[in-house]
C-alpha cells in the first residue's frame, strides 16, 4: 500500500483515538516577543551533522552560506513522500512501506499567489525525513524571530505503531521495558546558514510539544517512556529545558502534562487527574524553579491552542466516547478556564471541530468544521452577562472557504496564518492532499502548485516560516 494512503489513515485513526494518547490532542502556539533575542550568540554558528548510517545518503549540508534576502512571506518548509512505483504485475510488498521523504521548501510569496512559483528546493537532512515524528504535526518549531526551527525524530518502533483496539487492550497491560523501543532525538536547524544541530538524544524515550520561549533563549518539551497514555511515567519522565545549543538541560518536574506554551517565564501545561481513562484535566502554570501553580480543572474533551500572547486558550470541542453530541462548540478562555468569548456552536455529531490555529498578534482564530473554513475575530465582548450566553457579535464569524465533497468526505489537517495577518494556509484532504491559501480580505482561493511534483508523490506536515 502505498505511504500516501498509509498517511491518510494513520491521520484519521489519530484523531479518531486522541483520547488514548497523551499528546494527541493538544496543538500548541508558541508564545511569541515582538523584539526577541538572537537563540544563539553572534559569533556561534551550528555545525553540520553528518547523515547516520541507517539513513539515505545525501550530500553534505552547506555550512557558512547565508541565504538570500528574505522573502516578505518567508518560506514554507514541507516534506516530500515519494511513494515506490511498480510496474505491473509487479506489486508492492505487504505491510511494507517502501516510500522515501524529503524536506523542501519554496518562498512564502509564491504560496499565496503574489509571484511564480520556483522549482523546490530540497533541504539536506542528516536524518531519515521518514523518522520525524508527526504527532504535533511534523513540521518545524520555528523561533520567535524565525531563524531556528526544531524537529523531533523517533525511528518507528512496537509502541510508535498503530494499533487495533485488540492490540492496544494487549498493549495495556504490558510493560515498555518489553518492547523495543527506538531514541528520540531534537534537531535545530539554522535557517540562515543551511545547518542542522543535534540538542538532545535520549534512548527509549518519545519527546513531545517542544516550545520555544518568547526569548528564544530556552526550548521546553515532554519526555515520556512511552506513546500510551495507560503505561506509567518513569522517573526520569516529564518536563524538560535545554538551552538551543544542547547545554543546561535540566529536568524541570517529573509531572506527566502536555505543554501548551509559555506565559511569560512559566509554562501552561495541561495535566490529566488521576490514571488513565480519567477524563479531568487542571490547567497548571510550571515555574522554572519547579513550583507548580493550578488554574482550573475540566472535564472538557476538547483541543486547546495557546493564545500568541499568552493570554487566553482557544478551546474547540473534541470527538470521544462521552462526547458525541450533535453540536461542538468554539470558544475563547481566559487562564481561569471562563468563557470569554463564544464563536458558536456547530452541528457535529461524528467529528471534532479542526484544526484551529491564532493569527500571530491574536486578532483572529481559525477552525475547520466538517468542510467548511471560518475566521473568527476578537472581541472585547464577555460570554456571558447575568448568567445569560451572549451570542457572537454581529460579522466575528465569517466562512472563508468550502472544501470539494463530491469523492469523499473532506478534511483539515493543519492551519496557519501568514505573519501579516492577510492569508490562512490549509493542509486540505478532498480526494487528494493539497495546500490551499486563502486571502481573508477578497476570499480568493489559491492552490499551490508544486512544479515538479510527480503522481507519486505527496506534499505534507507543512510549516511556514515567518
Given at each position: 500500500?502505498?505511504?500516501?494512503i498509509i498517511?491518510l489513515?494513520?491521520?484519521?485513526?489519530l484523531?479518531?483515538?486522541?483520547?488514548?494518547?497523551?499528546?494527541?490532542v493538544?496543538?500548541?502556539s508558541i508564545?511569541?516577543?515582538?523584539?526577541p533575542?538572537s537563540?544563539?550568540?553572534?559569533?556561534s554558528?551550528?555545525?553540520?551533522?553528518?547523515?547516520?548510517?541507517?539513513?539515505?545518503?545525501?550530500?553534505?549540508?552547506?555550512?557558512?552560506?547565508?541565504?538570500?534576502?528574505?522573502?516578505?512571506?518567508?518560506?514554507?518548509y514541507?516534506?516530500?513522500?515519494?511513494?515506490?512505483?511498480?510496474?505491473?504485475?509487479?506489486e508492492?510488498?505487504?505491510?511494507?512501506?517502501?516510500s522515501?521523504?524529503?524536506?523542501a521548501r519554496?518562498?512564502?510569496?509564491?504560496?499565496?499567489?503574489l509571484?511564480?512559483c520556483?522549482?523546490?528546493?530540497?533541504?539536506?537532512?542528516?536524518?531519515?525525513?521518514?523518522d520525524?515524528?508527526?504527532?504535533?504535526?511534523?513540521?518545524?518549531?520555528?523561533?520567535?524571530?524565525?531563524?531556528?526551527?526544531?524537529?523531533?525524530?523517533?525511528?518507528?518502533?512496537?509502541?510508535s505503531?498503530g494499533?487495533?483496539?485488540?492490540?492496544l487492550?494487549?498493549?495495556?497491560?504490558q510493560s515498555?521495558?518489553?518492547?523495543?523501543?527506538?531514541?528520540?532525538?531534537?534537531?535545530l536547524?539554522?535557517a540562515?546558514?543551511?545547518t542542522?544541530?543535534e540538542?538532545?538524544?535520549a534512548e527509549?524515550?518519545?519527546?513531545?510539544?517542544?516550545?520555544?520561549?518568547?526569548?528564544g533563549?530556552?526550548?521546553?518539551f515532554?519526555?515520556?517512556?512511552?506513546a500510551?497514555?495507560?503505561?506509567?511515567?518513569?522517573a526520569?519522565?516529564?518536563?524538560y529545558?535545554?538551552?538551543?545549543?544542547?547545554s543546561?538541560?535540566q529536568?524541570?518536574?517529573t509531572?506527566?502534562?502536555?505543554i501548551?506554551g509559555?506565559i511569560?517565564?512559566?509554562?501552561l501545561?495541561?495535566?490529566?487527574?488521576?490514571?488513565?481513562?480519567?477524563?479531568?484535566?487542571?490547567?497548571e502554570?510550571?515555574?522554572?524553579n519547579g513550583?507548580i501553580?493550578?488554574?482550573f480543572?475540566?472535564?472538557?474533551?476538547a483541543?486547546?491552542?495557546l493564545a500568541?500572547?499568552?493570554g487566553?486558550?482557544?478551546?474547540?470541542?473534541?470527538?470521544g466516547?462521552?462526547?458525541?453530541?450533535?453540536?461542538k462548540?468554539?470558544?475563547?478562555?481566559a487562564?481561569?478556564g471562563?468563557?470569554?468569548?463564544?464563536?458558536?456552536?456547530?452541528s457535529?455529531?461524528?467529528s471534532?471541530?479542526?484544526?484551529?490555529?491564532?493569527?500571530p498578534?491574536?486578532?483572529?482564530?481559525?477552525?475547520a468544521n466538517q468542510?467548511?473554513?471560518?475566521?473568527?475575530?476578537?472581541?472585547a465582548q464577555s460570554?456571558a452577562?447575568?448568567g445569560?450566553?451572549?451570542f457572537?457579535?454581529?460579522?466575528?464569524v465569517?466562512?472563508?472557504y468550502?472544501?470539494?465533497?463530491?469523492?469523499?468526505?473532506?478534511?483539515?489537517?493543519?492551519?496557519?496564518?501568514?505573519s501579516d495577518?492577510?492569508y490562512?494556509?490549509?493542509?486540505?484532504y478532498d480526494g487528494?492532499?493539497?495546500?490551499?491559501?486563502v486571502?481573508?480580505?477578497?476570499g480568493?482561493?489559491i492552490?499551490?502548485?508544486?512544479?515538479?511534483?510527480?503522481?507519486?508523490e505527496?506534499?505534507?506536515?507543512f510549516?511556514?516560516?515567518?
Amino acid at each position: 500500500m502505498k505511504r500516501s494512503i498509509i498517511s491518510l489513515i494513520a491521520s484519521l485513526f489519530l484523531l479518531g483515538l486522541g483520547w488514548l494518547l497523551p499528546h494527541s490532542v493538544f496543538n500548541v502556539s508558541i508564545e511569541t516577543d515582538p523584539t526577541p533575542a538572537s537563540v544563539l550568540p553572534a559569533d556561534s554558528s551550528p555545525t553540520s551533522l553528518p547523515a547516520s548510517t541507517d539513513t539515505p545518503e545525501v550530500s553534505s549540508v552547506p555550512t557558512g552560506i547565508p541565504t538570500p534576502e528574505r522573502d516578505p512571506y518567508g518560506e514554507l518548509y514541507f516534506t516530500i513522500i515519494t511513494s515506490k512505483e511498480y510496474i505491473p504485475p509487479a506489486e508492492p510488498s505487504a505491510g511494507i512501506d517502501e516510500s522515501t521523504s524529503r524536506l523542501a521548501r519554496l518562498p512564502g510569496s509564491c504560496v499565496v499567489g503574489l509571484i511564480e512559483c520556483p522549482e523546490l528546493e530540497t533541504v539536506q537532512t542528516p536524518f531519515n525525513m521518514k523518522d520525524v515524528s508527526g504527532v504535533d504535526g511534523g513540521g518545524l518549531i520555528w523561533s520567535p524571530e524565525g531563524r531556528y526551527g526544531l524537529l523531533v525524530t523517533h525511528p518507528e518502533d512496537e509502541l510508535s505503531t498503530g494499533k487495533t483496539k485488540d492490540e492496544l487492550a494487549q498493549l495495556a497491560n504490558q510493560s515498555p521495558a518489553d518492547f523495543e523501543i527506538s531514541p528520540s532525538t531534537l534537531y535545530l536547524f539554522d535557517a540562515q546558514l543551511n545547518t542542522w544541530r543535534e540538542v538532545y538524544r535520549a534512548e527509549r524515550k518519545f519527546f513531545y510539544t517542544p516550545t520555544w520561549s518568547s526569548d528564544g533563549q530556552r526550548i521546553a518539551f515532554q519526555v515520556l517512556s512511552s506513546a500510551w497514555a495507560f503505561h506509567p511515567a518513569q522517573a526520569d519522565d516529564g518536563i524538560y529545558l535545554v538551552h538551543p545549543d544542547g547545554s543546561g538541560l535540566q529536568q524541570l518536574s517529573t509531572i506527566s502534562a502536555s505543554i501548551h506554551g509559555w506565559i511569560g517565564n512559566s509554562l501552561l501545561l495541561q495535566h490529566r487527574q488521576g490514571l488513565y481513562p480519567a477524563a479531568e484535566y487542571t490547567f497548571e502554570l510550571l515555574t522554572l524553579n519547579g513550583e507548580i501553580r493550578p488554574l482550573f480543572t475540566s472535564e472538557r474533551q476538547a483541543f486547546y491552542t495557546l493564545a500568541p500572547a499568552g493570554g487566553a486558550l482557544l478551546a474547540v470541542d473534541a470527538p470521544g466516547e462521552t462526547n458525541n453530541t450533535p453540536t461542538k462548540s468554539v470558544d475563547v478562555l481566559a487562564l481561569d478556564g471562563s468563557v470569554i468569548q463564544t464563536f458558536g456552536a456547530f452541528s457535529n455529531y461524528t467529528s471534532g471541530i479542526y484544526p484551529l490555529a491564532w493569527s500571530p498578534d491574536a486578532s483572529l482564530v481559525a477552525f475547520a468544521n466538517q468542510r467548511r473554513v471560518y475566521i473568527g475575530a476578537r472581541t472585547a465582548q464577555s460570554a456571558a452577562a447575568g448568567g445569560l450566553s451572549v451570542f457572537p457579535a454581529e460579522g466575528s464569524v465569517r466562512e472563508v472557504y468550502v472544501a470539494d465533497d463530491i469523492y469523499v468526505e473532506p478534511s483539515f489537517w493543519n492551519f496557519q496564518f501568514s505573519s501579516d495577518n492577510q492569508y490562512l494556509l490549509m493542509h486540505v484532504y478532498d480526494g487528494i492532499p493539497h495546500f490551499v491559501a486563502v486571502a481573508l480580505e477578497t476570499g480568493q482561493a489559491i492552490p499551490l502548485e508544486i512544479k515538479g511534483l510527480t503522481s507519486s508523490e505527496q506534499a505534507c506536515s507543512f510549516s511556514w516560516r515567518p
